[in-house]
């Protein structure tokens, strides 16, 4: 007897109630003036080096914090601590991914009308985490050259649920060979008109772009917030 139907009726029960809490969680970050970017890709590909470097930068300018979401370690939220912001460490144990309720559970004592930018890393995968809304404004999906041009063709479904894609590691890209022409094509392909930056948290190179566009982002949420 094939018990297909009934998980995939819970599958849907839990991401119902997902977005039901995940648009709850909007409508807060909204009317406190927070704009919330959550962070994607598959382990390694950089995602806490490139957010402790967009921290460190924005901390001067804006008031910024993190969430951090991890299997089992505490070990991200410490390398995140290093820029100054406030950061809280999420365990999700088994699970692969965050859900709009570990998120809304992390955020009970914070005081969100206190913060601009709230970053929210997700667990390394780029499978799990394409169908969960965390109420975020902004998702970007991060891929480094070290993992090769195909990804977005092998990961479709988690770039059709970003909003930009951010290439890491770029100081690597000549000796590691990678084609960052044939890149762009595959997210494209996937994602026609999606913005695409290319960065390197070591060097510094591109993040001044990537931050331009955080910053128009922010902009005109806040305009719309205030319309």
């Known amino acids: 007897m094939s018990h297909e139907p009934r998980l995939l009726e819970v599958r849907k029960n839990v991401l119902k109630q997902n977005d039901v809490i995940a648009r709850a969680l909007r409508d807060r970050f909204r009317s406190q003036g927070t704009y919330v970017i959550s962070l994607v890709s598959s382990p390694g590909a950089g995602k806490t080096t490139f957010l402790e470097k967009t921290l460190t930068l924005l901390r001067p300018h804006c008031r910024v914090a993190a969430l951090v979401g991890d299997l089992a370690t505490e070990n991200d939220a410490i390398r995140l601590a290093r820029s100054g912001a406030p950061v809280r460490q999420i365990t999700t144990g088994t699970l692969c991914h965050l859900e709009a309720a570990m998120v809304e559970h992390s955020l009970n004592d914070w005081n969100l009308g206190q913060l601009d930018l709230l970053f929210i890393e997700n667990v390394g995968n780029l499978v799990c985490p394409a169908s969960y809304d965390l109420g975020e404004d902004l998702r970007l999906v991060l891929l480094s050259v070290t993992e090769g041009e195909d990804k977005p063709l092998k990961y479709p479904t988690i770039f059709n649920s970003a909003d930009a894609a ?11 060979e990678f084609d960052d022409l044939t890149a762009n094509a595959n997210i494209q392909a996937v994602r026609p008109g999606m913005s695409v930056f ?8 591109g993040m001044d772009a990537f931050l331009q566009f955080l910053a128009q982002k922010h902009a005109r949420s806040s305009q719309k917030t205030t319309v």
């Open 198 to 205: 290319k960065v390197s948290a070591k060097t510094g190179e």
């Open 166 to 176: 951010v290439i890491t590691k770029i100081d690597l890209a000549a000796a590691v």
